[in-house]
């Protein structure tokens, strides 16, 4: 495989994909960047947005294993990680793998559990293993995870504390679909389509998890000039100094801006990182991580509107 194939690879996923998604083209742009990156996503929409569809959808096309864990004020941590258990017969006590060992987990609405429960992915997350009883268990690769959370209805839920944010790689918006878009959806299920069966929908599996793994060192190889790198460490800089934000981008977030560009370029048939790149996945890697002033919410401003500010505010390399 060369730098090359991984936008061939892009578009033979992003095809395959249409069969299935209707008008969700950015959204799962992102989680192939994500997953390709390395990095976990958030999903907000309101429910029935094909948040667990698409991605079911990337699973399958990937051909990696898919296990979805709703998330529950009464959910345990060892209902994630796992528990040991004692064999009668052995006389000895095994380890009994929780949902987190898979390799594309669903945390459908994450903020509806307690911190305690919300923190137990920290580690997963961050270096792709799991502790119990002083053991250590590696997950298998590539492991990402894509929690939901309904941006509505905040009636029993549990924010989620920035320690934990900031390991999202990017936030991503699911609005509602326009009437043209839903249409085509209801024209499908109308012939048939069944969100439960995706093979009736002719969906086939694409790529080998190692064809990822090979990808992502492709991705490395990705040239990004000086000049990119001051732009990249001058808007989280300018987030920190902004007048209408109390917690600007952290390193990490400049680091994730970093290999998200370097993964878009590759995914757009470049070998280098332009401005642009660098200006698409900012807002998304942002907007979960930024902490705004009142006084910037009662004129009206959201996350969103603020990182276009910040964008308009860095000049641009050349």
Do not use: C, W
């Not at 690879?9 to 395959?16: G, H, V």
């Not at 390799?103 to 961050?126: C, G, Y």
């Not at 209805?153 to 609005?175: M, N, S």
Request: proline share 6%.
């Amino acid at each position: 495989m060369q730098l090359a194939d991984v936008q061939t690879m892009y578009r033979a996923l992003r095809k395959e994909a249409d069969k299935v998604l209707v008008g969700l083209e950015e959204p799962f742009e992102l989680l192939v960047i994500a997953l390709l990156t390395g990095g976990h996503v958030l999903l907000e929409g309101v429910p029935g947005t094909a948040k667990t569809l698409m991605a079911k959808t990337l699973a399958h096309l990937v051909q990696a294993k898919f296990t979805r864990v709703q998330f529950t004020p009464d959910l345990m941590p060892s209902d994630i990680l796992g528990t040991s258990v004692f064999d009668v017969t052995s006389g000895k006590f095994y380890l009994k793998k929780g949902p987190v060992f898979t390799q594309l987990l669903l945390a459908d609405e994450i903020n509806r559990a307690p911190a305690k429960t919300q923190s137990a992915l920290l580690e997963a997350m961050e270096e792709r293993q799991v502790s119990l009883e002083g053991e250590r268990y590696a997950l298998d690769a590539p492991f990402m995870v894509a929690a939901t959370q309904n941006p509505v209805e905040y009636e029993g839920t549990y924010p989620l504390p920035e320690a934990q944010l900031d390991r999202f790689l990017f936030k991503v918006l699911i609005p509602y679909s326009s009437q043209d878009i839903e249409i085509e959806v209801l024209r499908r299920y109308h012939h048939g389509f069944d969100a439960h069966d995706l093979a009736t929908a002719g969906l086939q599996a694409l790529l080998p998890p190692q064809a990822i793994a090979e990808a992502r060192q492709l991705i490395t190889q990705v040239v990004v000039e000086e000049g990119i790198l001051n732009y990249i460490a001058r808007i989280a800089a300018a987030s920190r100094q902004s007048p209408d934000i109390v917690l600007g981008a952290s390193t990490r977030a400049a680091t994730h801006v970093l290999l998200a560009s370097k993964t878009y370029a590759a995914l757009q048939g470049r070998n280098y990182v332009t401005p642009d790149d660098v200006k698409f996945v900012t807002p998304p890697v942002y907007r979960h991580r930024l902490l705004l002033k009142p006084e910037a919410e009662i004129e009206g401003l959201d996350a969103d509107a603020v990182i276009r500010r910040l964008l308009g505010q860095v000049e641009v390399p050349r």
